[in-house]
């Protein structure tokens, strides 16, 4: 069974940094593409960033690109969110998705999510 | 980057009733759309990948259409359950991901 944690979230001031992370088990983590999802307050959803299954690629949305930075360490099973120059706006739940597997491989939907970790910045 | 604009904003059916949501894509992205299900104070969770691939235990009242740049995710009879918030997503060949705004199905 797939289980995903995050942890990490907070309160954080405007301009300051948080560092999330996401815990995997119960799969072939190495194998997978890792994704950071969020939400704001009662608003839809936000794909944030993704990093290859190998570590070294890694994609990042216009609204967080230059701020956030994403890794993974498959000797430990963990994918982390480096977020830097925090603002108002990055307020939300950050959730990381595992992709789904697609026949041909890991692919880009999001198979399954942890439970979310709260982001709440504000001064 | 692919924007996706799903209609209606709001759907309001009664169990037993045949839902009908849609989702527009910018630009073409062949069959490389997904539909989450959301509700209150739950986790998105997969229902269709691919355009028309049903993710793993979701009932076969689900089922997904389109190519291109327009989709259309079908629920064949409404259950109590399936109350709740739509959102399509493009994965596309690469990033960045996008989501749809999202689609309330309400009673």
């Known amino acids: 069974q797939v289980h995903l944690v995050e942890a990490g979230g907070g309160v954080v001031q405007p301009g300051r940094s948080l560092r999330l992370s996401c815990e995997a088990s119960?799969?072939?983590?190495?194998?997978?593409?890792m994704h950071w999802v969020r939400q704001a307050p009662g608003k839809g959803l936000e794909w944030v960033a993704i990093?290859?299954?190998?570590?070294?690629?890694?994609f990042y949305a216009d609204s967080v690109e230059g701020r956030f930075t994403i890794s993974r360490d498959n000797s430990k099973n963990t994918m982390y969110l480096q977020m830097n120059s925090l603002r108002a706006e990055d307020t939300a739940v950050y959730y990381c998705?595992?992709?789904?597997?697609?026949?041909?491989?890991?692919?880009?939907?999001?198979?399954?999510w942890g439970r979310g970790t709260l982001v709440i910045v504000s001064s | 980057e692919v924007v996706l604009t799903q209609s209606p904003a709001t759907l309001s059916l009664s169990p037993g009733e045949r839902a009908t949501l849609s989702c527009r894509a910018s630009?073409?992205?062949?069959?490389?759309i997904g539909w989450y299900q959301q509700k209150p104070g739950q986790v998105p969770r997969l229902l269709i990948y691919?355009?028309?691939n049903r993710a793993t235990g979701i009932p076969a009242r689900f089922s997904g259409s389109g190519s291109g740049t327009d989709f259309t995710l079908t629920i064949s009879s409404l259950e109590p359950e399936d109350f709740a918030v739509y959102y399509c997503?493009?994965?596309?060949?690469?990033?960045?991901?996008?989501f749809g705004q999202g689609t309330k199905l309400e009673i």
């Open positions: 119960g799969f072939t983590f190495s194998a997978f593409g």
């Open positions: 990093v290859w299954n190998d570590g070294f690629n890694k």
């Open positions: 691919d355009a028309s």
């Open positions: 997503q493009s994965r596309g060949n690469w990033p960045p991901y996008s």
């Open positions: 998705a595992k992709e789904a597997f697609c026949g041909g491989g890991s692919c880009g939907f999001f198979q399954s």
């Open positions: 630009q073409s992205i062949s069959n490389y």
